[in-house]
C-alpha cells in the first residue's frame, strides 16, 4: 500500500513526530512523508503518533492508495531530498 | 479526478500560491489542497502557478487519483477549516 501523511505540528513536537515518521516512510517535502507500507507497519506507526500528538492543536492526514498505480506524482520546481536532513 | 497538491514555498510567495491554489481547490492543511479537478482545469492552475514559483526554493507536489474510491484519508489530531482563513 502507498500512503502519503502530511503534517501540521506545533513546534515543540515536530521534532520527534518527524524521527517518528522516518522510521517508516521517505520524507519527501517539508510537511509530507510517502512511501509503500503495510496496514500493520502503519497501525503501529499511528498509534505511536497518536500518543505524540496534542489533538487540538496537530494534524496528521494520511492517504492510503492501495495500488501505487492508481496514484500519479507530479512536481513543480524543486524536487528535494527532506530524507537526508537530520531531525 | 481527485489530487492532493503539497507545497513548500518561501515566504515571500506563499500568499500568492495559496490565493491561486484556493480557486481551484479546498485548503485542507497548512501546506495542503485537495479536491476534486478536470485536468483541463488543473493544467490551467499548475501553468499559472509554475509562473509564481523560483524554481531552485519552492516545490509543489501534485498526487493525481482518477477515481476517489482509490484513495482513502485518514484524520489524527484536529481537523482545521484552512479554507476560511483569509489569504
Known sequence: MFVVVTYDVGEKRVNRVRKKLKMYLTWT????????????KLKKCLA???AML??????LYIYRVKN????????????KNY?????
Chains 1, 2 share one sequence.
Open 29 to 40: 517535502q517539508n510537511s509530507v512523508f510517502e512511501g509503500e507500507i503495510t496496514e500493520a
Open 48 to 50: 505511536e503518533l497518536d
Open 54 to 59: 496534542i489533538k487540538c492543536e496537530d494534524s
Open 68 to 79: 501505487s498505480n492508481n496514484i500519479k506524482k507530479d512536481i513543480l520546481g524543486e524536487l
Open 83 to 87: 530524507d537526508d536532513l537530520f531531525v
